[in-house]
């Protein structure tokens, strides 16, 4: 990996909201419709922050019907040497969505 390349990645994990949006990854895929709820910002500004992560190669995207889902691109973490052990926890988050019927179930 280039030493720019290194950079923008890390920059990319370098935020608050994104850094939490990689937590919560960490745990499960996820639509940015499922995030908003979570950071109760619009969705516009999730939608920017996703764009941020892919772009640094840090998600990738599926499309399932009309929803664009995100995930880790763990690969691509692995090249960073980054440890995602030292993410807090958030499934009590992920609950809480749940339980508010906030969460996009495909199946």
Known sequence: MELDELADALKALGETTRLKIVALLNIRECC?????????????????????????????????????FYALNRDRIRQLCVSLDNLPDLSGEIRKLEQQGHLVCTE
């Not at 419709?33 to 840090?58: D, N, T």
């Not at 599926?62 to 664009?68: D, E, F, K, L």
Request: aromatic residues 8%; hydrophobic residues 40%; glycine residues 8%.
């Open 32 to 68: 940015v419709c499922e995030l908003v709820p979570f950071f109760g910002i619009s969705q516009p500004a999730v939608s920017k922050h996703m764009s941020r992560l892919k772009s640094a190669g840090i998600v990738t995207e599926t499309r399932r019907g009309q929803w664009v």
